[in-house]
Nanobody, 127 residues
Framework: QVQLVESGGGLVQAGGSLRLSCAAP????????AGWFRQPPGKERQFVAA????????SYADSVKGRFTISRDNTKNTVYLQMNSLTPEDTAVYYC????????????????????WGQGTQVTVSV
């Protein structure tokens, strides 16, 4: 079992930035691929970004490409999502998720591929 603790959400004006963190206090994440997903109000959960276990490979949804960056510090067992140029359309509950992998270059974009999830953190972008 992997416990994930998210932080960094909040209220920000359009054009602003936030950095979300996803920490695993009791686990090493070096053998886990990681992903960020979001669920806007009244909508289904959406893929945002994914990282391989090593962090060498990443993937982004088209809607966030060029604005969001996923990164990780495996020495701190933490995955980050840097979000820049935020718009009201980015308003959502953001979730991190991890999946144990055997190849450090693997990453996943489907929510059903992930076994462990954080509790979610609210991001609200005002006009």
């Amino acid at each position: 079992q992997v416990q994930l603790v998210e932080s960094g959400g909040g209220l920000v004006q359009a054009g602003g930035s936030l950095r979300l963190s996803c920490a695993a206090p009791q686990s090493s994440l070096s053998n886990y691929a990681a992903g960020w997903f979001r669920q806007p109000p009244g909508k289904e959960r959406q893929f945002v970004a994914a990282s391989s276990g090593s962090g060498s490979r990443t993937s982004y949804a088209d809607s966030v490409k060029g604005r969001f960056t996923i990164s990780r510090d495996n020495t701190k067992n933490t995955v980050y999502l840097q979000m820049n140029s935020l718009t009201p359309e980015d308003t959502a509950v953001y979730y991190c998720a991890v999946k144990r992998v055997y190849y450090s270059s693997s990453y996943y974009e489907r929510s059903e591929d992930y076994a462990y999830w954080g509790q979610g953190t609210q991001v609200t972008v005002s006009v």
